[in-house]
């Protein structure tokens, strides 16, 4: 692209690049009047889409309030929806649908068949010799599935001893009725023996948090049966009566105790090759060496269930109806790229205060990788859960900072989470949700808020460009981490960045390497491997890094021989891998992996680290310099995307201080543009001042940026060479403090006078107040200078600047300035600054308890309680009450100057 296209490119996006938001339902209890005010709000604030979830009840039926929670697949359910669906279309927005209420995936027609399943292991110690028998009944509550017989032997239970016993569990009657379960006699030889029972629970997971008429109990996600049944009792309707939905969306993967499947024990036995049940110890406890190859063949049948039971079919189902899905894999046991993979759009998570630039592995990198990896060009982020504790303290900025993290995990689509429907009846400030940051019309920098949405469509536009680029790989140990968990509801995600060590990868990133994940099936099913790396698609990974990584596939080991013979750079921290995983065929899948890794490691491309850590990056470096060396790494982060020949490099400086950055490209030699993202004070993008040379035959640009300012490098052979000299910000000819303000708060009807913008929450009666001040101040200006910037020494959120009565430009991030010179005169001059809050004062001044409704009611839930207990766990606003023990700033403070150039 010429360099004037990409400027075209950030000042006009394409609408597609905006960002969505989850779209909460309380109870869908909603109304057509509110859907199209809300969604005219989203549309005019930037937003481009909605991800519907309806979940738990907060207000009662109450038809004289016009309060109604619609049942879950009832006419007006699909009425509702199908209204919806007309209305984001009549404004060019798309709707995606979380299939089902709340999350997992459920309810009230799932069978205990189809439930989903935990297995709880029960343990008898018993020395013999001795006839043993047991009557379970009352003693626990299910169903065993397996149960064995060992000896111990040092806290090991000896292989060769184990005998199936499950067949000596029996169903015992009480006149005539199921009642208990007893174990029949059976005979213990001399010794100390063990007898180990799995019971399924009857007590099965529940959906979390449902709306009316959708509570049931969560869905085996291992089960093809399980999946269809929720497929044509909750989703399918919903496709028919509204059809064209853009997205089917599946939450991040939270079923507590989904360690069993009603199918597990066949589907083992035809994939694995041998039978589970004798061996259901080595899941719990210890049976020697055939523990870790147990667990593995037990890990890696539940993850091909649950990616060919339920990740796939819900593609398959979007893709039915003209539809894509959007997955989050994160929570799952399943491999976990190719679980990402399974949708068409794989969404990550940033959960908690991330305002930092760190790789986040669990929630981001993992997806981005999958998308780089399998091909998809869209990889979104939940964005901004409990990113500030207590709520209602974020500011635009601190968001700006959170959603710049999370482009530099490679993400390049943004969902807010999120926007809480909140009708004016349902009070002042709505309903807001208990996790989320409160983006929504309710919130007093709503009017500020389409700036930022404006800059996340911005940056997404120029990150969907072309493909992305890493040459460095991180291999993901799945067969270790698999190996040596115990049976769970494994959450791969989280183990495995514990396995590979935080601090560690974040590291590999901040020493100049973008880097992907990559797993088993990108080394020996969608690369190729030539040329001195792996190749995926137009991408070469030059070198894969082996952590944490003794065990391997015989097929990936020689997938990484074949990579190491060919020139690629291999590098294993500590030691090589020199050991297989499963069961069946162990011994010959050892040796072809010791064969495999012995003469991979003589190649001379190939090496061992003496650590995960600074030997790790010191080797890698050694043989491969950094992509970018910048000057701030643990400050100002990364992302390089190739586009026809054109390298495009987004740089963030994710802190709260201003950088001067010195930043090295390697290969880069072409002309480059420094462009901006947020227009400057004048309210223009286009071209940052920046200096540009060469620096050992490689790219170096000097960029200034302020705290939480970003920008894009682009650099293309098709660009006019860069001057000689660079580009330098004028400088002031001088400056004046502007002093003798008033600030008048309309909603209060209060008024104070002072010297300099003060803080609100500091004077009488604003202690509790959150919305809009209006500073004002009148100066004299002799001469109109050729340029003329207002700028603000603190703000809190975000204000608006009008200058002789005319808006010159808001004000939300820094640097804190206005470019007010087309909007002065000479003579008298009238400013103001009309500044909006954070919401948290005003919530923590108030009671912190929800509202109560009384024990019985008129109307549907009839149960008070039932809306009580949503209220006082997801309305109350204890937490802002206990932990922000004093009033945020609000307002403006400190000086303002008028900084004039000639």
Sequence with gaps: MREMDYRALLAAPPLSARGFTRWWWYGCCVEKEEIDRELDFMREAGIGGVELQILYPLQPDDPERGFHNIPFGSPGFYDILAYTKRACDARGMKLDITP???????????????????????????????????DFTTRFAGTVCAAVLGRMEHS?????????????????????????????????????????????????????????????????????????????????????????????FCDSIEVEGHNWSGVLLEEFKKRRGYDLSPYIYALWGSLGDLSPRVRYDYFRTMSELTIENFF????EFAHRHGGLSRIQAHGTWGDILRVYAAADIPEGETFGDHRILEVNTIHRRLAASAAHVYGRPLVSNETFTWLKRPRFTETLEEMKAAVDAVFCDGM???????????????????WPFYASTHINHTAPWWPFYHHLADYITRVSAMLRRGRPCAEVAVYLPTADVYSDNMMSELHLAMRMEEHLGRA??????????????????????????????????????????????????????????????CGGLLIAAEKAPDDACGLIDYDENRRLVREAMAAAFACPSACVAADADASL????????????????????????????????????????????????????????????????????????????????GCAALDISLAAHESCFAVFSPDFEPNGENACGEPQPCGTVPLRGWTLTVPERRLSFGMDEPISWETLPGLADFSGEGVYRCAFTQESLPRRAVLRLDSLSCACAVYVNGEHAGDIWTHPLEVDVTRFLREGENALELRAASTLVNEMRAGDPEAPRCDTTLEHWPYYGEVINIQRRARLNTRREHDEQLEPLKSGVWGGVELRCFR
């Design 312 to 315: 796939d079919p819900l593609t």
């Design 412 to 430: 390049n689509m943004i969902v807010n989470h999120g926007y809480a429907y909140s009708p004016e009846k349902a009070g002042r400030r709505g």
């Design 504 to 565: 560690r990868m974040d590291a590999i990133q901040k020493a100049g390497y973008w880097f992907d994940y990559i797993n088993d099936e990108a080394l020996t099913r969608l690369g190729a491997i030539r040329d001195g790396g792996l190749w995926i698609g137009e991408n070469k990974y030059s070198a894969i890094l082996l952590v944490g990584c003794r065990r391997l596939p015989a097929e990936t080991a020689q997938a990484l021989r074949r990579f190491a013979e």
């Design 617 to 696: 990056i010191a080797a890698l470096r050694g043989r491969l310099a950094p992509e970018v060396i910048l000057s701030a790494p643990d400050a100002v982060g990364f992302v390089h995307r190739v586009d026809d020949g054109d390298h495009i490099y987004f740089l963030a400086n994710i802190s709260d201080e201003a950088r001067t950055l010195h930043a090295v490209f390697r290969h880069r030699r072409e002309p480059c543009r420094v462009l901006r993202i947020v227009p400057d004070a004048a309210g223009n993008l286009g071209e940052m001042p920046c200096a540009c040379g060469l620096e050992n």
């Design 156 to 248: 090991t239970m000896l292989p060769d001893t184990v005998i199936d016993i499950t067949d000596r569990f029996r169903e015992k009657p009480l006149f005539g009725w199921p009642w208990g379960t007893e174990l029949t006699s059976i005979h213990i030889p001399e010794g100390d023996w063990k007898i180990v029972f799995f019971v399924i629970s009857m007590h099965h997971n529940r959906v979390g948090k449902p709306g009316r008429n959708a509570n049931g109990m969560v869905i085996d996600h291992c089960s093809r049966h399980a999946m269809d049944v929720f497929l044509n009792n909750m989703v399918e309707p919903i496709a028919e009566k509204v059809p064209g939905v853009n997205a089917w």
């Design 100 to 134: 089902g209420s709340s999350w997992p995936y459920g309810g009230p027609f799932v069978s205990e068949e189809d439930a989903q399943q935990e297995a709880l292991p029960y343990q008898y110690d018993i020395t013999g010799p001795c006839d043993f028998s047991c």
